[in-house]
């Protein structure tokens, strides 16, 4: 085998990895700095950057090189990059170029009709663009193949090796337990009091605790930065330059203390990715699931947990208005933890966030396998609201055109978030038979954590698959017990079950 073919085939994905760089850098500029009349064309320009990169993905070039190289290196890195760069090119090959780019056409216009038809609780006025997304959606699974459900091809592009098969078994499982739990929280007479959390929190007072937290964290500020914005997100460019933003809401502290550590989390993966892998596709996290599995661990395992609080309270109450002096933790930290079914998804607390997550699953898995309709969704949304969380939207609105996702043709990301969470409670158990880990919050080690998660997940970046990771670091294949017993012991404790 040639050296130089090896050589030749890493400098075009340098240049894909450079291009997709600069984008990524537009694209966090665009959501945090820019002019607003700096838009449009910025926008212009990340379409051309894009187009240049799907081209890299496609090249005759490409093509050779992953021919001449399968399984072929001594390099292991060599040999997984050329396994992701296949993979990519024969999905992207499989879709007709004119079809392609009718789709990103379409997901741009979609994305700002579902803005409006938020705004004016019309889902007549998007519903044409759905059905197109959807139909969009069902030829490409078809292209792409699948075993046994349609949906299985969308599914794989955000956690390959989950399928339907997988998910219909665990969801329900996982439904029934929550909905058991919430009604007897609901029945619970010692309630939390959320109103103790009140109060006028300033803007450089949340800032000055964000930025202790994520040092505290293990952040690291000399690859990375912190800004705001206005749909908070993390961003790796690459392994030394990991950014996190928040927002701020000088009413309510929640929104910037879980929010940070939310992002932080994803931003420990991403900077501690093993700097042999940069210039490569594996150069990020593996998947949507094992990124929200980071995320959530840092923002619910350790940061809503009550060692987190035994520790941080002290420090909270130095930048919080003085009213806290005379708050115990004990209050405090039922208060933060308070579990009340809402409409909106992402205002939802950890146990009964995966139900919003179910019902959004079962109603694209129906739409993909074509066994509803567009024109049906809200009322059967309503419907499942009313099931699984005992409350009804009052409009569209704050019902089926909540999310942005399915605008851009999202369809298989949502499960990722639930199975983020059932992994993270997995990677939790597992961490505590060799870590004191409640010890080590409590005393603010959270390097010890950082270093575990570093160890066993973060450096690998995409040279283990999902389930790889978790059958690795667990012993096991995906459980939903964990997160299920985790839930229950935490909730009984806090609502005296
Ligand atoms: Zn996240």
Request: cysteine-free; aromatic content about 12%.
């Given at each position: 085998?040639?050296?130089?073919?090896?050589?030749e085939f890493k400098n075009?994905?340098?240049e894909?990895?450079?291009?997709?760089?600069?984008?990524g850098?537009?694209?966090?500029?665009?959501r945090?700095k820019a002019?607003?009349?700096?838009v449009?064309q910025r926008s212009e320009?990340?379409?051309?950057?894009s187009?240049?990169v799907?081209?890299?993905?496609t090249?005759?070039k490409?093509?050779?090189?992953l021919d001449?190289?399968t399984?072929a290196?001594?390099d292991p890195?060599v040999?997984k990059a050329v396994?992701?760069?296949r993979?990519?090119?024969e999905?992207t090959?499989?879709?007709?170029?004119?079809?392609?780019?009718a789709?990103?056409?379409?997901?741009?216009?979609a994305?700002?009709?579902?803005?409006?038809?938020?705004?004016?609780?019309?889902?007549?006025?998007?519903q044409p663009?759905l059905e197109k997304?959807v139909s969009y959606n069902?030829r490409f699974?078809?292209y792409?193949?699948?075993?046994?459900?349609?949906y299985d091809?969308?599914?794989?592009?955000?956690e390959p090796?989950?399928?339907?098969?997988?998910?219909?078994?665990?969801?329900?499982k996982?439904?029934?337990?929550?909905?058991?739990l919430?009604?007897?929280?609901n029945?619970?007479t010692d309630?939390?009091?959320?109103?103790?959390?009140?109060?006028?929190f300033p803007k450089d007072?949340q800032?000055?605790?964000?930025?202790?937290?994520?040092?505290?964290?293990?952040y690291?500020f000399?690859?990375?930065?912190?800004?705001?914005?206005?749909?908070?997100?993390?961003i790796?460019?690459n392994s030394?330059d990991?950014?996190?933003?928040t927002?701020?809401?000088e009413?309510?502290?929640?929104?910037?203390v879980?929010?940070?550590i939310?992002?932080?989390?994803?931003a420990l993966y991403?900077q501690?990715?093993d700097?042999?892998l940069a210039?490569?596709?594996?150069?990020?996290g593996?998947s949507?699931?094992i990124h929200?599995?980071?995320?959530?661990f840092?923002?619910?395992?350790?940061a809503?947990?009550?060692?987190?609080?035994q520790n941080?309270?002290?420090?909270?109450?130095?930048h919080?208005?003085?009213r806290?002096?005379s708050i115990?933790?004990e209050?405090?930290?039922?208060?933060?933890?308070e579990v009340k079914p809402s409409?909106?998804?992402?205002?939802?607390?950890?146990l009964?966030?995966?139900?919003?997550?179910?019902?959004r699953?079962?109603?694209?898995?129906?739409?993909?396998?074509?066994?509803?309709?567009?024109?049906?969704?809200?009322?059967?949304w309503?419907?499942?609201?009313?099931?699984?969380?005992?409350?009804?939207?009052?409009?569209d609105s704050?019902?089926?055109?909540q999310?942005?996702?399915?605008?851009g043709?999202?369809f298989g990301?949502f499960?990722?978030y639930?199975?983020g969470?059932m992994?993270?409670?997995?990677l939790?158990?597992?961490m505590?038979?060799?870590i004191?880990?409640?010890d080590?919050?409590?005393?603010?080690?959270f390097?010890?954590i950082?270093?575990w998660?570093t160890?066993?997940?973060?450096r690998?970046?995409?040279?283990?698959?999902?389930?790889e990771?978790?059958?690795?670091?667990?012993?096991?294949?995906?459980?939903?017990?964990?997160?299920?017993?985790?839930l229950?012991n935490k909730?009984?404790?806090?609502?005296?079950?």
């Open positions: 085998m040639s050296q130089s073919i090896e050589q075009l994905l340098k894909q990895a450079s291009y997709e760089e600069a984008i850098l537009m694209a966090w500029d665009l945090t002019p607003k009349r700096a449009d320009v990340i379409g051309v950057l187009q240049k799907h081209e890299i993905q090249s005759e490409m093509k050779e090189y001449a190289l399984d290196s001594t890195i040999n396994e992701e760069a993979e990519t090119y999905r090959v499989k879709v007709p170029v004119e079809e392609y780019k789709y990103v056409t379409l997901q741009s216009k994305e700002s009709i579902w803005a409006e038809a938020k705004e004016s609780n019309d889902f007549k006025g998007f663009y997304l069902r699974a078809d792409w193949g699948y075993d046994h459900h349609k091809a969308l599914l794989h592009n955000y090796g989950v399928t339907v098969e997988v998910l219909d078994q665990v969801f329900p996982v439904r029934k337990a929550l909905t058991e919430l009604e007897q929280i029945q619970a309630q939390p009091d959320p109103s103790l959390l009140k109060g006028h007072k800032e000055a605790f964000s930025y202790e937290i994520l040092e505290h964290m293990g690291n000399e690859a990375g930065r912190l800004d705001e914005t206005v749909h908070p997100f993390a790796g460019l030394n990991v950014r996190v933003t927002k701020y809401d009413k309510d502290f929640r929104t910037a879980f929010g940070t939310h992002e932080g989390g994803h991403e501690n990715i700097p042999a210039f490569t596709p594996l150069a990020t593996t949507m699931g929200e599995s980071q995320s959530l840092w923002e619910n395992l350790v809503r947990s009550k060692p987190f609080w941080h309270y002290e420090l909270f109450k130095r919080a208005p003085d806290f002096s115990s933790l209050d405090f930290y039922r208060a933060v933890n409409m909106i998804r992402i205002e939802a607390d950890e009964t966030y995966s139900l919003h997550i179910m019902i699953y079962e109603l694209e898995k129906a739409l993909i396998g074509g066994e509803i309709e567009v024109k049906d969704l809200p009322g059967l309503n419907e499942k609201m009313r099931d699984y969380l005992g409350v009804t939207p009052q409009n704050e019902g089926i055109l999310d942005i996702h399915w605008s043709g999202d990301y499960p990722s639930s199975l969470y992994y993270a409670a997995q939790h158990h597992t505590k038979q060799e004191s880990f409640n080590v919050i409590q005393k603010g080690d390097k010890q950082q270093q998660l160890e066993r997940i973060h690998f970046g995409k040279m283990k698959k999902p389930l990771i978790i059958n690795d670091v667990t012993g096991e294949g995906l459980n939903p017990d964990y997160l299920v017993s985790y229950t909730y009984q404790e806090i609502y005296k079950l």
